[in-house]
C-alpha cells in the first residue's frame, strides 16, 4: 500500500516515468541489493532523460523543419559541388547562436540549401534552442494580415522569439516597400539577441535589387543589420558529371524544397 501510494503521488506530480521506474525496481528482486541512494539516483535519471526527450521532440515539433529528417552527418560532399566541410562542421556546434551570427546560404534550385538549413535546425533543437523554420512569402502573408487584424506585435513575435530563425525563399521575388518595412522590423528586433539563417537562390551581391529594386534606403537599413559578420555558405557546382539534385541524394520528395 505505501509503494502505491507513492506512486500515485508521483504520477499526481507528473513524475510519470520516475512512478513507471519505481514500479519496476519495485517488481525486481535484485533491487533489494542495491543501496538506496543508487535506487534514487537511478528514478531520478530516468525521470530527467525522459523530461529532456519531451523537450527536444516539443522543440522539433514546433520548428517545423521543412525537412525534420535532414543531418548534418548526411550531408554529401562528393555530388559535384563546392562545400566547405570544416566551415560545416564548426556551424554544427551552434557557436554562432551563442554569438548572436547569421548563415547565408545561397546557391541554385535543387543544391541542398533547404537541406542544410534544417540540418543546422535539428543541431540547434538538440542543443535546446527554440528554432523556427518559414518561407518568405509565408511570413510576409502572414504579417501583412496581422497588420490588416490588427495583432502585428503579436504575430511579429512568432518569429522574433526563437534563437534561430530559418528563412527559406529569402527574396525569392522582389519586395515591396511596405513588405521591405516588415522585414526591416524583424530583422531589426533580432539583430544581436538571436540567429537567422537566409536560404536563396540569389548571391548576396544580388539582393539590394530584391529589395524595392535596391533604390530604397531600406534595403541599406537591411542589409547591413544582417551582413556583418554573418557566415556565407555559397553551394556552386564544380563537377558537372557528378552534379545531381540534391532531391536526388537525399532521396526528398520532388515538390519539397531546394
Same mark, same amino acid.
Given at each position: 500500500m505505501?509503494?502505491q501510494?507513492?506512486i500515485?503521488?508521483?504520477?499526481?506530480?507528473?513524475?510519470t516515468?520516475?512512478?513507471?521506474a519505481?514500479r519496476i525496481?519495485?517488481?525486481?528482486s535484485?533491487?533489494?541489493?542495491?543501496?538506496?541512494?543508487?535506487?534514487?539516483? /537511478?528514478?531520478?535519471?530516468v525521470?530527467?532523460?525522459?523530461?529532456?526527450?519531451n523537450?527536444?521532440?516539443?522543440?522539433? @515539433?514546433?520548428?517545423?523543419?521543412e525537412?525534420p529528417?535532414?543531418?548534418?552527418a548526411?550531408?554529401?560532399?562528393?555530388?559535384?559541388?563546392?562545400?566547405?566541410k %570544416?566551415?560545416? =562542421?564548426?556551424?554544427?556546434t551552434?557557436?554562432?547562436?551563442v554569438?548572436?551570427?547569421?548563415?547565408?546560404i545561397?546557391?541554385? =534550385?535543387?543544391?541542398g540549401k =533547404?537541406?542544410?538549413? !534544417?540540418?543546422?535546425?535539428?543541431e540547434?533543437c538538440?542543443?535546446?534552442? =527554440?528554432?523556427?523554420?518559414v518561407?518568405?512569402?509565408?511570413?510576409?502573408?502572414?504579417l501583412?494580415a %496581422?497588420?490588416?487584424?490588427?495583432?502585428? @506585435?503579436?504575430v511579429?513575435k512568432?518569429y522574433t522569439n526563437?534563437l534561430?530563425l530559418?528563412i527559406?525563399?529569402?527574396?525569392?521575388?522582389?519586395?515591396?516597400?511596405?513588405?521591405?518595412?516588415d522585414?526591416?522590423?524583424?530583422?531589426?528586433?533580432r539583430r544581436?539577441?538571436s540567429s537567422t539563417?537566409? !536560404?536563396?537562390?540569389?548571391?548576396?551581391s544580388e539582393w539590394?535589387?530584391?529589395?524595392?529594386?535596391?533604390?530604397?534606403t531600406?534595403?541599406?537599413?537591411i542589409?547591413?543589420?544582417?551582413?556583418?559578420?554573418?557566415?556565407?555558405i555559397e553551394?556552386?557546382?564544380?563537377?558537372?558529371g557528378k552534379?545531381?539534385? /540534391?532531391?536526388?541524394?537525399y532521396e526528398l520528395d520532388?515538390?519539397?524544397s531546394?
Amino acid at each position: 500500500m505505501i509503494n502505491q501510494s507513492t506512486i500515485d503521488k508521483l504520477i499526481e506530480m507528473r513524475l510519470t516515468a520516475m512512478a513507471d521506474a519505481f514500479r519496476i525496481q519495485m517488481n525486481d528482486s535484485s533491487m533489494s541489493e542495491v543501496s538506496f541512494e543508487d535506487r534514487f539516483g /537511478m528514478l531520478v535519471d530516468v525521470e530527467y532523460t525522459n523530461r529532456k526527450n519531451n523537450r527536444l521532440k516539443r522543440l522539433i @515539433k514546433n520548428a517545423e523543419l521543412e525537412q525534420p529528417d535532414a543531418s548534418i552527418a548526411a550531408i554529401d560532399y562528393t555530388s559535384g559541388r563546392k562545400l566547405n566541410k %570544416a566551415l560545416i =562542421t564548426r556551424l554544427a556546434t551552434c557557436e554562432y547562436i551563442v554569438d548572436y551570427r547569421n548563415i547565408f546560404i545561397t546557391g541554385a =534550385t535543387g543544391s541542398g540549401k =533547404t537541406y542544410m538549413a !534544417c540540418a543546422f535546425g535539428m543541431e540547434a533543437c538538440k542543443q535546446y534552442y =527554440t528554432v523556427k523554420y518559414v518561407r518568405l512569402p509565408d511570413l510576409l502573408l502572414d504579417l501583412q494580415a %496581422a497588420r490588416a487584424d490588427g495583432n502585428f @506585435k503579436t504575430v511579429l513575435k512568432k518569429y522574433t522569439n526563437p534563437l534561430l530563425l530559418i528563412i527559406d525563399e529569402w527574396l525569392l521575388l522582389k519586395l515591396t516597400e511596405s513588405e521591405a518595412r516588415d522585414v526591416f522590423e524583424l530583422i531589426h528586433k533580432r539583430r544581436k539577441r538571436s540567429s537567422t539563417i537566409f !536560404c536563396s537562390q540569389y548571391r548576396e551581391s544580388e539582393w539590394y535589387q530584391q529589395i524595392c529594386d535596391g533604390e530604397n534606403t531600406l534595403a541599406d537599413a537591411i542589409m547591413d543589420r544582417i551582413s556583418y559578420d554573418s557566415y556565407k555558405i555559397e553551394i556552386e557546382s564544380i563537377d558537372p558529371g557528378k552534379d545531381l539534385s /540534391m532531391r536526388e541524394v537525399y532521396e526528398l520528395d520532388p515538390m519539397q524544397s531546394k
